[in-house]
């Protein structure tokens, strides 16, 4: 694994180095469209509504729009906002850790120690264990600021990113509200049916049979020479690329070499110094007759 981020768990003066890792990764296989009559990629352009031009990747801002106007945001506006850069993870408070709803579990990391030693990262892990708490901490990744969660797995702490409490939707259902008398009977043929299925989980015991097939499919497909030439499915101008971003950003990286070699050309010019004109020969003496 390569760690995506370093930087340092702060709580009081204690002060732990980590590196940060992230703890999952997507094994669906990756598919994209094509045209069913050629089999040629299908691409999707950025196209400007007012004028019908495709706009490059370069050339393209950010806008809000509250559905009467639309406020557009250049990258200088965003450079002038404050950007959290700071390399700590800050311990907020440590909590039970039955009052962290899972519901509010966001995208996981693992945390390494980083230092000659790691006693301090094991006193952390250990104290969190055995005071059965988590501790909530702010940090911030990608010049975004985030709450967190930091609890151990195994031997190793876990860092998980929480949602905002105003990005959790409140359920409020009136099938709900109406009173439903449940028996006696029916209560414990529902645990006795519970019990029936009752073991300890194990997620190794799982697979994803959907995408298993479509790799069984995709195998044979190839084995049966059911399959185009890759570079056959690119078009002249997308030919040796993977998709339409890859040529956005191709577009801008050339437009931008172009500028840069034409504005050095300009200053160049004016730099140089300006050439003399050729001194003219005096003219040779005639001699007299």
């Not at 732990?16 to 050629?38: C, F, G, M």
């Not at 190839?222 to 030439?229: R, Y």
Request: proline share 4%.
């Amino acid at each position: 694994m390569r760690a995506i981020w370093k930087g340092a768990l702060t709580f009081g003066l204690v002060n732990v180095p980590v590196k940060v890792y992230s703890a999952t990764e997507d094994h669906d296989v990756s598919l994209h469209q094509v045209h069913n009559k050629d089999g040629g990629r299908i691409r999707y352009q950025r196209i400007c509504e007012i004028d019908g031009e495709v706009v490059p990747f370069a050339d393209i801002d950010k806008a809000y729009d509250d559905g009467e106007q639309t406020v557009v945001l250049t990258k200088d506006d965003f450079d002038a906002l404050p950007s959290e850069k700071s390399r700590e993870i800050d311990v907020v408070e440590f909590v039970p850790s039955e009052q962290v709803d899972p519901l509010i579990l966001d995208k996981a990391y693992y945390l390494e120690p980083d230092s000659t030693s790691p006693k301090a990262y094991v006193l952390l892990r250990k104290t969190l264990e055995q005071t059965e708490r988590t501790a909530i901490v702010r940090f911030s990744l990608r010049q975004k600021t985030r709450l967190a969660a930091l609890r151990v797995r195994g031997d190793v702490l876990v860092l998980q990113t929480l949602l905002w409490a105003d990005e959790v939707r409140e359920a409020s259902f009136s099938s709900l509200d109406e009173s439903v008398r449940i028996s006696a009977k029916e209560l414990e043929m529902s645990a006795s049916l519970v019990e029936s299925f009752a073991k300890d989980f194990d997620p190794e015991e799982f697979t994803d049979d959907y995408q298993a097939e479509l790799r069984t499919l995709i195998d044979a497909k190839l084995e049966q020479g059911d399959a185009l030439d890759t570079a056959a499915t690119f078009g002249e101008q997308e030919e040796a690329s993977d998709g339409g971003e890859v040529i956005d950003l191709m577009e801008a990286l050339r437009a931008s070499v172009e500028r840069s070699r034409a504005a050095r050309g300009s200053s160049e010019e004016k730099k140089a110094p300006a050439k003399k004109p050729a001194a003219k020969k005096p003219a040779a003496k005639k001699k007299a007759s």
